[in-house]
């Protein structure tokens, strides 16, 4: 079975910084694609940002481009979140997603594709 792993998270001001960490278990598992979505309460889970190893590249919502950056490295289980300049709109409960089939867009930034979710972690953005 599956597990994915999250880390980072807490409390910041806005304007700043967190980084999020998510590691798939057992460290042998091959991701075809890796993403973050986020949830508040009373809504939906939302796309955040997402990798596909099945063409290459990287996808944000748009709320987030030039602010967030995604990063993986070769292993295909592991998936990073650096959020700078955060707002209090970003405020919610992080997850990570992981895949074991091909995903491309637009299908990447819906929650169906993923097989796997980690157990979240809170972002909260206030003064």
């Known amino acids: 079975q599956v597990q994915l792993k999250e880390s980072g998270g807490g409390t910041v001001q806005p304007g700043g910084s967190l980084s999020l960490s998510c590691t798939a278990f057992?460290?042998?598992?091959?991701?075809?694609?890796m993403g973050w979505f986020r949830q508040s309460p009373g809504k939906e889970r939302e796309f955040v940002a997402a990798f596909s190893w099945t063409d290459g590249k990287e996808y944000y919502i748009e709320s987030v481009k030039g602010r967030f950056t995604i990063s993986r490295d070769n292993s295909r289980n592991t998936l990073n979140l650096r959020m700078n300049s955060l707002k209090p709109e970003d405020t919610a409960v992080y997850y990570c997603?992981?895949?074991?089939?091909?995903?491309?867009?637009?299908?990447?930034?819906?929650?169906?594709?993923?097989?796997?979710w980690g157990q979240g972690t809170q972002i909260t953005v206030s003064s």
């Open positions: 057992p460290r042998t598992f091959r991701s075809d694609a």
């Open positions: 997603g992981a895949a074991s089939h091909p995903v491309q867009f637009p299908q990447i930034v819906e929650v169906p594709p993923y097989d796997y």
